[in-house]
């Protein structure tokens, strides 16, 4: 399904929807971006958090763009459908990608991509980071990660963590902490959470905004994240206790390489201004989401570096790509 987003108004458009006419007029040269309806392109299944984050931010860049905005999840593949469709769109800004982490993880998991993840397309900025939170069964009996450390180093192999899409966070803290702690693989955060509030595996790592019902709920603790959240301020930050421990999941804007640079910028500036008002920031706080809205260089130097970060983690993990 598609969901068409005009003036504030959210209507749900039928999933044949046609492909955007490449006839109508492009931005360019002496003519204001955007020139016509606007194709946000989210290549995870509707209802997940980059399909949140794009619904909460539509409304008000609707206002200041003045044109209809298009949600269009395209999920598969592990976000390769969805990324490859507006890497392969025409440059004028009208086809844009909301992404996630995945993105910087996907060079380090296959062995080949159907685009160059560092050339194909173009970082705008981050709409939200949320810190990667972990989390274990209260039946586990340690309340830090230096007591998770400590616990695991006597027992190599006999606890286990769940993951919510790629094992490498998990694979880096192993890394990091000299520890051997065994990975277990979820389709979803959903199921991640069920399993570990019910004791079926002892940890899980996720995002804020996955874990915090069953925090609030008591069926699991916290033992610390990946950075400061607003939403939980006084749970401590695990590279305190392990020293390089940085997995944060962050949500983006990117456009198809060859987008003038002139157009990154006004997206990039736009999105900073609505992510920042107050009504805006509390919706995307209250999702688990922390507005970030950087330059672009910034965000650009920072999606090279985790992909080559993430690289290192599978090769020292032994992951070979698929």
Known sequence: MRTLIAAGTITILGAALAPLSHAQPAAGAG??????????VIPFAVGGSSDANARIISPPLTERWKQQIIIDPRPGAATVIGTDLVAKSPPDGHTLLITSTQFVQSPAMFAKLPFDSLTDLVPITRITRSPQVIVAHPSLPVKNIAELLAFARTRP????MANAGTSLPSHLFNMLGKVQIETVPYKGAGPMMIDVSGGHVHLAIGAVSSVQAGVRGGRVRMLG???????????PIISKDLPGFDADTWFAFFAPRGTPREIVQKVRDDVAAVIHTPD???????IGGDPVGEP?????ARVKREIARWREVAQVAGIKPQ
């Open 31 to 40: 003519q204001a971006f955007p020139a016509k309806l606007v194709r946000v």
């Open 157 to 160: 192999h006999q606890i286990n």
């Open 225 to 235: 994240m990946t950075s400061p959240s607003v939403a939980f301020p006084d749970v």
């Open 280 to 286: 805006t920031k509390q919706k995307l706080i209250d």
């Open 296 to 300: 672009s260089d910034e965000f650009a």
